[in-house]
């Protein structure tokens, strides 16, 4: 139990559905990120938000897009998905930008049909 | 950018030793070292920050080389409990991107 939650854990969609993936955080953290990891694959980053702002898109397909209310959720809307899309799909928290570790949610495996 | 480990894969017995390497081709702030098991999330180890410190936990140890932009995460006396993968995420003093490498895959057996 990190204190980050990710649901679902589990989602199917097909490739013209539109679905969203949500992240929550109750550890009073400022920066969230949000990591797709595919197998044999290096975690990649897409998307840091500091204060619900955007800090940083790793030039991430528009099909993809994130959403902070507040400093407590992160949200990845999906939309128009290609199957290579499939993935498990992390979230994390952190005090603040370059402060402090990672602490990750146990994330949301994705299959798109 | 993202840093370099190796080696991919390590087969240990209990009690043996190991050193897994990271390396980045940019300057360093941090380096991070998490691990992973299956179906889990990844669970924090250490930082290192700059300066060339060098940090444990428990059996398991890293140091940090910032003129050669380097990690080593050390196992010591390796148990069961750490079978795994293992990342290293580095990040540079100006930006917001905590990358991640590949992981080494870790066995521990009895």
């Known amino acids: 139990e990190t204190g980050v939650t990710q649901t679902p854990r589990h989602l199917v969609m097909g490739m013209t559905n539109k679905k969203s993936l949500k992240c929550e955080q109750h550890?009073?953290?400022?920066?969230m990120y949000w990591y797709k990891q595919s197998a044999k694959k290096p975690l990649e980053l897409m998307f840091v938000?500091?204060?619900?702002?955007?800090?940083e898109n790793n030039s991430v397909p528009s099909r993809f897009s994130p959403e902070c209310p507040n400093s407590s959720h992160l949200f990845l809307h999906l939309h128009t998905l290609q199957p290579e899309d499939s993935a498990l799909y992390l979230c994390?928290?952190?005090?603040?930008?370059?402060?402090?570790?990672?602490?990750f949610g146990e994330g949301s495996r994705l299959t798109v049909l | 950018q993202q840093p370099v480990q190796s080696p991919q894969a390590v087969i240990l017995r209990e009690g043996e030793d190991a050193v897994i390497n990271c390396s980045s081709s940019?300057?360093?702030?941090?380096v991070h070292w998490y691990r992973q098991k299956h179906g889990e999330a990844p669970i924090f180890l250490m930082i290192?920050?700059?300066?060339?410190e060098q940090k444990g936990h428990d059996k398991i140890s890293a140091s940090f080389n910032e003129k050669k932009q380097q990690s080593s995460l050390y196992l010591t006396a390796s148990q069961l409990s750490y079978s795994g993968t293992y990342f290293c995420?580095?990040?540079?003093?100006?930006?917001?991107?905590?990358?991640f490498g590949a992981g080494t895959t870790v066995t521990v057996r009895a």
């Open positions: 994390a928290s952190r005090a603040g930008l370059n402060t402090g570790e990672l602490f």
């Open positions: 550890l009073g953290h400022n920066a």
């Open positions: 938000y500091s204060l619900e702002e955007r800090v």
């Open positions: 940019k300057a360093l702030y941090s």
């Open positions: 290192l920050l700059k300066g060339g």
């Open positions: 995420g580095t990040e540079g003093s100006n930006d917001y991107k905590l990358s």
